[in-house]
C-alpha cells in the first residue's frame, strides 16, 4: 500500500479515527480480519476465513472490476461512504468502506470506519440549513405579503422609533398628509402631528399608553399644513434590546366625520336655543358661542346696521355697520380687539362683513394675511386671526345683519359649511319674523284683552310650539294655574293623558288648513281635578304662516255628568225592559208605540210544573218559599238564554217557555226537549242540595200561536192559541217525573230522540189525543 493512499484516508477529516481491516486474495477471499470487524458485517457470521468478502459485505457485490483494477495498480482508492447498519445494541449506525491494493503481494486490503457522529453531525447541520433557507424563504414571502399589505391598507400607517424618528410609512399615509416617503422618513413624527409630547410621555410610560392610547384623536398637519382629525391605534413593538422598542401608528381620517357630527351638534343648539329663547338679544350670544364651540372657531361677531336686528328694520342706501355682539373663545386674549371692534364701523362694501351685506351672499378667507379685506388687519394679525368667514341673515331677499367668524388656522374654503351657515341664516330670520309676528298678534289681541278679561268663557292664544300667548281671567281661574306656572308648560301639558293625541291631531290640522273645528277635551286643574271644556279653535296666519291659535271655551263639566248619569239611567232602563220583553219586541216598541200582534206557524211550547211544592208551601214561610221557588226559575232562566229560548212567564210554581219565536228558527223542538231534560237534572240537583223531594211534570207541544203585547201599562210578551191551551194538558194531565209530548211534537222528535206511546187520554175541547213519554236522547 502506498504511504500517500493510506495518508489522503487518514486526512480526510480533523478528527482522530479508528478502523477494522479486511486482507483479501484475487478471488476476493478473506485472509485476515481484524478483531472487530464482525460488527460491520450485514452478515457477521460469513466473515469467516478463505470465505468470498461479499457474503458479509454485500455492498461489493458489483465492484469486481472496480476491485481487480484496484489489485492490478490500476486505480489506487475505492470509497463506500454513509453505508448504514443496524444491530439491536446499537440501534442504526453508519460505516465507511475504503478499498486499496497491495499489487505486490497480490492482495486487497479493505478498511471499515465507524462515521454514525460524523453522519449524524452532518444530518442535523444539513437539516439546520434546510430550517434556515426555509425560515428564510418564510420570511422573505411574509414580508413581500406584509409589503403588499400595507401598501394596499386604506389606513395611514406609521412606523417610529422610541424617541419618534419616522422609520416607514404606507402609499396611505403619502396620500393623506401630501408628503413624499422621502420627505418623511427619519423626521420626527412631531412633522405632522400638532401636539405629540402626551403621546411621547405615554410610550415612555407603558402603562400610562396602555390605559389612555387606544383609538386616540390627534390633530395632524398636512404638507401644506391644513388641519387633519386622525384617530390613531398605537401599539409598542418590542425588541431583544431593552429599551429600543418601534412604535406602530395606524390611522383613520375622521375629519369629514368628526365635521358632520361638529355641525349636526351645531344645527341642533342653535334649534334649541332658539325655542328657548324669548328674544333674539337672548339667544345670539348663545348662538355665536354654539357655532364657535362646536365648529372650532375662536372669534365670532354679529354686524348690523340697527341697535339690533329687526324684520321692520329701514335701512338707508348708504347703511353703516356696526358690531353688537361678539363672542371669544379661551385661547386668545380679545380685550383690546373687542374695543376696536366696537369702536369700528362699516360701509356697504368695505370689509368682510360690508362684502356680505353688499353681495347678500356668504364669503371665505382662507388667510386674511394675504387678503386686503380686513379693517383691523394689524389687530387681527396681532391675534394670529387667519381664516375667516361670514354669512348674511337674510328674510326674503332683504338682509338684517352679518355674522362673521375667524380662527387661528389657515382653513380651505369649505362649501357645505357656507351652505349650512346660510340655512342658519335663514332660520335666525325666521325667528325674527315668527317673534314679530306674535308681537303683532298680542298687540292686536291687547284691543281685546279688557272684553276677553270679563267674558265669563275660558279664552285662550297658543304659539305653533303649544306655548300660552293669552289667557283670561275665567280660564285661569277655572284651572287655577299662575301666569309663571304656564310659562313653563305647553297646552298639551295641563289636557287630559285621554285626550291629548286627538287635542295634537286638532291643534296641527287647524294650524296647516285655518278652517275651524270644534273641541271637547278634558283638562287637568292645577289642584288635580279633572273638567271638560268645550269650543271652538282657530288660527292666526301672518305672511301665510300660523303664529298663533285662538280657542274659546266653555265649562261643561256639569253637562257631561249629567249626560253620564243619564246615560247610566237609560242603560238601565234598558235591561228593566229586557228582562220583560224580547229585545226585538222591546225595539219595536220604542219604535212604534201601542199594541203588537204577529203570527207564528211554528213554535213549541212547554209548560213545567213543581211536583209537591204545594205541600211544602204548608209547612215553611212565605220568604223561604220564594227564595225556593227563586233558586229553581233561575236555573230554568239560564237554561233558557242557553238553549235560546223565550221565557213567557211563571204562574205559581208553573214555568212557560217557548222555542220558534220572536226569532225564527226551525230546530226549536229540538232544543225544547233538551232544555226539558236539563229542567229534570236541575230539580234532582236542587233535592239532593236541599234535602227535598220536589219532582217535576213536564208537557210540551208544537203548533201555531199569536204572540204580542197589548194594554198601556204592565205589559208583558204571552202568547195565544190551542197550541198553548194542549201544551198545557200535557202538562196537567202527564206523570210526575215525565216529559209528555203530543202526537205533532212526537213526529218532530221522534229521529233524533227515544220516546214511547203512552197512549190515549182525554183532553178537553179536543177529545181524545195520543201521547209520547220523551225518554232519551238518540245521540
Wanted: proline share 2%; aromatic share 8%; charged share 25%.
Amino acid at each position: 500500500m502506498k504511504y500517500h493512499v493510506l495518508e489522503k484516508i487518514l486526512n480526510k477529516h480533523n478528527a482522530p479515527r479508528k478502523f477494522e481491516s479486511l486482507e483479501l486474495d484475487s478471488s476476493f477471499c478473506i485472509l485476515r480480519v481484524s478483531k472487530q470487524v464482525q460488527r460491520f458485517s450485514y452478515y457477521p457470521q460469513e466473515l469467516i476465513l478463505q470465505k468470498d468478502v461479499r457474503l458479509g459485505f454485500p455492498e461489493l457485490v458489483g465492484l469486481e472490476d472496480v476491485m481487480i483494477s484496484i489489485l492490478k495498480g490500476e486505480e489506487e482508492l475505492f470509497e463506500l461512504e454513509g453505508i448504514q447498519r443496524f444491530n439491536e445494541d446499537e440501534g442504526d449506525f453508519y460505516i465507511d468502506i475504503y478499498v486499496v491494493g497491495e499489487p505486490v503481494e497480490n492482495r486487497l486490503i479493505i478498511l471499515i470506519e465507524d462515521v454514525t457522529d460524523r453522519m449524524l453531525l452532518e444530518q442535523k447541520l444539513s437539516q439546520r440549513v434546510n430550517e434556515t433557507n426555509l425560515l428564510s424563504s418564510t420570511l422573505v414571502a411574509y414580508k413581500n405579503y406584509m409589503n403588499k399589505v400595507i401598501t394596499s391598507m386604506a389606513d395611514a400607517l406609521i412606523v417610529t422609533t422610541k424617541t419618534g424618528k419616522i422609520k416607514r410609512i404606507n402609499k396611505a399615509t403619502v396620500e393623506l398628509l401630501g408628503y413624499t416617503e422621502e420627505e418623511l422618513i427619519d423626521k420626527q413624527i412631531s412633522l405632522i402631528i400638532d401636539d405629540n409630547k402626551l403621546l411621547q410621555k405615554a410610550i415612555q410610560q407603558r402603562s400610562l399608553y396602555k390605559k389612555y392610547f387606544q383609538n386616540v384623536e390627534v390633530v395632524c398637519r398636512t404638507k401644506s399644513r391644513e388641519r387633519k382629525l386622525i384617530a390613531f391605534s398605537c401599539s409598542v413593538i418590542s425588541k431583544k434590546i431593552n429599551g429600543v422598542e418601534d412604535i406602530v401608528y395606524i390611522g383613520r381620517d375622521i375629519t369629514a366625520k368628526k365635521r358632520r357630527q361638529q355641525r349636526k351638534s351645531a344645527q341642533y343648539a342653535i334649534t334649541n336655543i332658539l325655542s328657548e329663547s324669548i328674544t333674539l338679544k337672548e339667544a345670539m350670544p348663545q348662538i355665536l358661542q354654539a357655532i364657535c364651540e362646536s365648529l372650532g372657531w375662536d372669534l365670532g361677531e354679529l354686524w348690523t346696521p340697527n341697535q339690533y336686528l329687526s324684520v321692520n328694520q329701514d335701512v338707508s342706501s348708504n347703511p353703516v355697520l356696526r358690531c353688537i355682539e361678539m363672542y371669544s373663545s379661551r385661547r386668545i386674549d380679545v380685550r383690546e380687539f373687542e374695543i376696536i371692534t366696537w369702536l369700528t364701523t362699516l360701509k356697504s362694501g368695505v370689509g368682510l362683513a360690508g362684502k356680505i351685506w353688499e353681495k347678500l351672499s356668504p364669503l371665505w378667507c382662507e388667510d386674511l394675511a394675504n387678503d386686503n379685506i380686513c379693517p383691523r388687519l394689524n389687530q387681527v394679525e396681532e391675534k394670529q386671526l387667519h381664516a375667516a368667514f361670514g354669512f348674511p341673515i337674510l328674510n326674503e331677499n332683504k338682509i338684517l345683519g352679518v355674522m362673521i367668524f375667524f380662527s387661528r388656522e389657515v382653513l380651505f374654503r369649505d362649501e357645505d359649511l357656507l351652505q349650512m351657515m346660510v340655512s342658519i341664516g335663514s332660520q335666525i330670520a325666521q325667528f325674527l319674523q315668527r317673534k314679530q309676528a306674535e308681537s303683532a298678534l298680542l298687540e292686536s289681541e291687547e284691543r281685546y284683552r279688557d272684553l276677553f278679561e270679563n267674558a265669563n268663557d275660558l279664552i285662550q292664544s297658543v304659539n305653533p310650539y303649544g306655548r300660552f300667548i293669552y289667557i283670561n281671567r275665567a280660564w285661569q281661574e277655572t284651572l287655577g294655574y299662575s301666569r309663571e306656572e304656564l310659562d313653563k308648560k305647553t297646552v298639551f301639558d295641563i289636557v287630559h293623558p285621554d285626550f291629548r293625541l286627538r287635542c295634537r291631531e286638532v291643534f296641527y290640522r287647524v294650524m296647516s288648513s285655518g278652517k275651524f273645528e270644534q273641541l271637547q277635551a278634558a283638562f287637568m286643574t292645577k289642584d288635580g281635578k279633572t273638567i271638560f271644556l268645550e269650543g271652538n279653535l282657530n288660527c292666526k296666519f301672518v305672511e301665510g304662516k300660523p303664529a298663533g291659535t285662538r280657542a274659546i271655551f266653555r265649562d261643561v263639566t256639569a253637562r257631561i255628568i249629567a249626560e253620564k248619569a243619564l246615560q247610566k239611567q237609560q242603560e238601565q232602563t234598558e235591561r228593566l225592559l229586557l228582562n220583560i220583553l224580547p229585545a226585538s219586541i222591546a225595539n219595536r216598541l220604542k219604535q212604534e208605540p201601542g199594541n203588537i200582534a204577529e203570527h207564528f206557524d211554528d213554535v213549541t211550547v212547554l209548560f213545567a210544573d213543581i211536583v209537591g211544592f204545594t205541600q211544602i208551601a204548608t209547612s215553611v214561610s212565605a220568604t223561604t218559599l220564594v227564595n225556593l221557588l227563586n233558586q229553581i226559575f233561575s236555573v230554568f232562566d239560564r237554561l233558557s238564554l242557553k238553549y235560546g229560548l223565550e221565557k213567557i212567564k211563571t204562574i205559581g210554581d208553573a214555568y212557560m217557555l217557548v222555542g220558534g219565536l220572536p226569532t225564527r228558527n226551525s230546530n226549536h223542538p229540538t232544543s225544547v226537549a233538551l232544555i226539558a231534560f236539563e229542567m229534570q237534572n236541575a230539580i234532582a240537583t236542587f233535592n239532593k242540595r236541599n234535602n227535598l223531594n220536589l219532582n217535576i211534570r213536564i208537557g210540551m207541544h208544537t203548533g201555531s200561536v199569536v204572540a204580542g203585547v197589548i194594554g198601556l201599562q204592565k205589559f208583558t210578551y204571552d202568547l195565544w192559541g190551542d197550541t198553548v191551551n194542549i201544551a198545557s194538558r200535557m202538562e196537567s194531565h202527564g206523570l210526575p217525573g215525565k216529559i209528555q209530548v203530543s202526537q205533532k211534537t212526537y213526529q218532530r222528535l221522534r229521529h233524533k230522540f227515544i220516546l214511547e206511546k203512552r197512549g190515549e187520554i182525554s183532553i178537553k175541547g179536543k177529545g181524545l189525543m195520543t201521547t209520547y213519554l220523551l225518554i232519551g236522547n238518540r245521540e
